[in-house]
């Protein structure tokens, strides 16, 4: 299960936003079932921000934000980022991820099985 969150801020905001997230990241990262959580900067765009993090599964991510203290610090901040507003999804299911070692397909949820392209190439054309 992996969580996207876009978040365009003013220059005002930043330092506020960087505390808020820090918190954020800290607690979901505690969280059972949280793979990992980051925080990151465009580089070309220095208002735009992301926060991304990968759970074992959509329980997992569920679980990972009832507690008292998540809903208290990470629900406010999540509800202020760009795809909540967009209506746009944050919440997505991973069905291809490349470890470092081999290229690894995913049961998913919703979505049928898609064909992958072979390991280490694909459609030169």
């Known amino acids: 299960m992996l969580l996207v969150c876009h978040f365009l801020l003013g220059p005002d905001?930043?330092?506020?936003?960087?505390?808020?997230?820090g918190r954020a990241v800290a607690l979901?990262?505690?969280?059972?079932?949280?793979?990992?959580?980051?925080?990151g900067r465009a580089v070309d765009t220095p208002?735009?921000?992301?926060?991304?993090?990968r759970f074992d599964s959509v329980?997992?991510?569920?679980?990972s934000l009832a507690p008292f203290e998540v809903r208290e610090h990470?629900?406010?901040?999540?509800?202020?980022?760009?795809?909540a507003a967009a209506e746009v999804p944050t919440t997505f299911e991973v069905?291809?991820?490349?470890?470092?070692?081999?290229?690894r397909e995913h049961p998913g949820l919703l979505a049928e099985p898609f064909p992958?392209?072979?390991e280490g190439g694909g459609d030169d054309r």
């Open 116 to 118: 992958v392209a072979a």
């Open 28 to 39: 979901l990262g505690a969280r059972p079932g949280c793979r990992s959580v980051a925080l």
């Open 74 to 83: 990470v629900a406010p901040l999540l509800a202020q980022c760009l795809t």
């Open 13 to 21: 905001d930043v330092a506020e936003f960087r505390v808020r997230a």
């Open 95 to 103: 069905l291809l991820e490349h470890d470092g070692t081999a290229l």
């Open 47 to 53: 208002g735009a921000w992301v926060l991304s993090a």
């Open 59 to 63: 329980t997992a991510y569920r679980r």
